[in-house]
Structures are given as structure tokens and as C-alpha cells.
């Protein structure tokens, strides 16, 4: 389109200065439309042909995708629950604790049994889904546009752990799936499977330390992030030791991160895991009822790979467990902007509140299964490499 094309100024070589930017009326339609919800952009797109290419053109995305990421547009970011079947749940309406929880019932548009299912991550509006009989998918909830990715045939064993984000430095999308297997030498080494979007091929990365991770990684600034520790039965499950490993996307090779921070050893824990929230890195501790009152310990690396800045946030007692049948059954889901602590258990979705010390219900599930849940943002991204031009 013409207007996509003006953007520069021009000079006036008898003036010497620039003269006054041509603004088309595509550059303001198109600021305008950024701004506004993909439903209803999805509604204009089937005005005509015209509102069609232009909501589709790869500028709109782009400017549409950054003002959902930075949360400029209001209710662009939701919870994703992986019920049966999947819900969708406005990420502004958990922090009104008087307001009722509206769920939207998403549709894949290719079957999956959600009980076999994994979510891999979240990345940029997409969602990259992993059925327990080897097929991955990455899909769109608002689009419904979906990719199922070619089968990884020479992986050597069961994926243990894996995740999904995009590589700046190429512009693409990376799926990983990692496990580990024995070399000629009894050691054990670690394989990773690597997807790339843009040439729709998976290739083995080689070379790798071995590292003992396990489930979704954490993504935050291009690399994914998991916690590896060590633990001995002493009666009990024991922590022994802990580390933040994480994969950096663009250079695509392991790191310890930091240490956790030392006042983490001088507690008896039986569990540690890791999660995201704004723009932070925070683990959380299932502390032994037999040494602690404290269930569960919250900690925030407010600055990005600075060991001094971990913070201990929260504690939240063992009293307040008993009506969820085990404190090991939960997961934290984010911390919302209000310092409430979203989780998901067994029976749905609860909100602990540690100024008031108390639980919240906040959605009942039918399904007596530990629901997975991962926040995302509402966007126009594809996952169809041939609807990417100049993304």
C-alpha cells in the first residue's frame, strides 16, 4: 500500500532544512487500529479487500504486537487454562477481587486430548502445545490460526523438559526439547531437539553439559529458565542444593544463571520451582511441615541475573493449606500487580492475599486434574511462516 511506503522526510536542497513529513491517512488508520482489541480487528478484516490487507499488513502487527507486550492495550493479556475444555481468562479481572471472573471457552481447531497434553510456552500471542504421542502445535487462541510442526524423529529419548520463545538476533521462533541419554562411556549427557519456525526443521544441538531439568521453561529476556536441584531421602524428601539453568535462545547453549540465594540453605525444603512476573524471575519453596509453619516461600530477583537482589516477598503458613488436600498439589501462576499470588490446584483456581492472609476462590473446575495455566497476550502473529512478510 502506497501510505505503508511515505514515511520519510524529504529535503529541499534550496533550503537546506527538511520539509514538513507527508502523513498518508494509512499511517494514522493503522496507529489508530493498534490500538484496539484482535476481536475487533478480526471483525474488520471481513469489511473488504482493502481493510483485509491492511489489517493483515506486517507494520499492523508489528506496532499491534509491541502495545499488547508493553500492555499498552487494555485486557490484552489473559490466563490460559488447560481444562477440558481450555478456558481463556482476562488477566485485569483477578486483581478485582469483587468483580465475577468471566472464562471464555477456547476451540483448538485440530483435536488434541487436553489430558495428554503439555503446554510448552508462551511467546508473543503464540502458544506452543506438546500431545503426549509426539506432535507439537503452535497456535493462535484469538486468530485460531494453528501449526502442526514435523515429528522429531531422531530424538534418543522422552522429552523431560522443553520450551518456546523468539531469537531477536534471527527474528524467529525456537521450540526445544531436551532429555538426557548415555554416551559409550556411561556418562550422561544432555540432548537437545531445536525447532526454528522460519525453516520449519528440527536439528539436534550437540556439545551440551549435563543438566537434571525437568517440565516448562521459564521464558524472560530470550532464554528460557528452569531450577535444577539435588535432594536425598533422610526420612523425607531433603533439598540438597539449587541453581537457576538457564538456555540462552540466541547463542543456544546452557548456563548457571546465579546461585539461589544462601539464605535459601538454611531451610528444609522438599521442593523449589521457578515463574515469571513482571518482567522478574521468582521461585518458590515448599517448605517441611516437620521443621517450618511456613507451606510455601516466595522470592523475587527484582534485578535480571544480580545474585544481592533476591527478596523474600512472601510466606504463606501451612494452616492455610488444609482445605486443598496437600500444599505439593499447587502451582503459582503469577503474582498480580496487588501482591496477591494467583494458583492453580486441583479443583481450579484460587488467589492468596498476604496482606489478609486469606484465600480467594477464583474459578471452580469440573475436572478433578491439576489444571496447567500460562499467561499470553492477544495478538495478530501467525504462526504461518508465509503470512510473516517483513515481520
Not at 486483581?95 to 472464562?103: H, K, L, M
Request: charged content about 20%; hydrophobic content about 40%.
Amino acid at each position: 500500500m502506497a501510505g505503508l511506503q511515505n514515511r520519510r522526510q524529504e529535503l529541499d536542497p534550496s533550503a537546506g532544512v527538511f520539509k514538513r513529513p507527508l502523513i498518508d491517512s494509512d499511517d494514522i488508520i493503522i496507529d489508530i487500529l493498534s490500538r484496539l482489541p484482535v476481536k475487533s480487528l478480526l471483525r474488520f478484516r471481513c469489511v473488504c479487500k482493502s481493510w483485509h490487507t491492511l489489517i493483515s499488513d506486517s507494520h499492523l502487527v508489528r506496532k499491534h504486537l509491541r502495545r499488547a507486550v508493553r500492555g499498552v492495550n487494555a485486557n490484552s493479556s489473559k490466563l490460559l487454562i488447560s481444562n477440558s475444555p481450555l478456558y481463556s481468562i482476562d488477566y485485569e479481572a483477578l486483581e478485582d477481587v469483587n468483580s465475577f471472573v468471566a472464562i471464555e471457552e477456547l476451540h483448538l481447531p485440530v483435536p488434541l486430548v487436553l489430558d495428554r497434553m503439555s503446554i510448552v510456552g508462551s511467546c508473543n500471542g503464540l502458544i506452543c502445545l506438546h500431545e503426549n504421542k509426539g506432535d507439537f502445535f503452535l497456535w493462535n487462541p484469538c486468530t485460531r490460526d494453528t501449526l502442526k510442526l514435523p515429528g522429531v524423529t531422531y530424538f534418543p529419548s522422552s522429552p523431560m523438559f522443553y520450551g518456546f520463545g523468539y531469537d531477536s538476533t534471527i527474528e524467529d521462533y525456537k521450540v526445544i526439547v531436551g532429555g538426557t541419554s548415555s554416551s559409550e562411556s556411561d556418562l550422561l549427557t544432555t540432548t537437545i531437539a531445536l525447532f526454528t519456525l522460519k525453516s520449519g526443521l528440527w536439528r539436534t544441538v550437540q556439545g551440551l553439559n549435563y543438566v537434571k531439568l525437568n517440565g516448562q521453561g521459564c521464558l524472560l529476556n530470550e532464554a528460557l529458565h528452569w531450577v535444577e536441584f539435588e535432594w536425598r531421602w533422610e526420612g523425607y524428601f531433603n533439598v540438597l542444593s539449587s541453581r537457576i539453568i538457564s538456555f540462552d535462545l540466541a547463542g543456544e547453549k546452557f548456563q548457571e544463571m546465579v546461585p539461589l540465594s544462601s539464605y535459601l540453605s538454611d531451610q528444609k525444603y522438599i521442593s523449589i520451582r521457578i515463574g515469571t512476573t513482571t518482567n522478574c524471575l521468582f521461585v518458590y519453596m515448599f517448605n517441611h511441615s516437620n521443621f517450618s509453619d511456613i507451606a510455601i516461600t516466595i522470592w523475587v530477583m527484582k534485578e535480571y541475573g544480580v545474585k544481592e537482589s533476591w527478596t523474600k516477598i512472601i510466606d504463606i503458613p501451612s494452616e492455610l493449606f488444609r482445605p486443598f488436600q496437600g500444599v505439593f498439589f499447587l502451582n503459582l501462576i503469577c503474582i498480580l500487580e496487588s501482591g496477591e499470588v494467583c494458583m492453580s490446584y486441583s479443583s481450579g483456581l484460587v488467589s492468596y492475599n498476604p496482606k489478609e492472609n486469606t484465600f480467594r476462590s477464583v474459578l471452580s473446575s469440573p475436572v478433578i486434574l491439576l489444571p496447567e495455566a500460562i499467561m499470553y497476550v492477544e495478538t495478530l502473529v501467525s504462526p504461518v511462516v508465509e503470512s510473516w512478510a517483513d515481520i
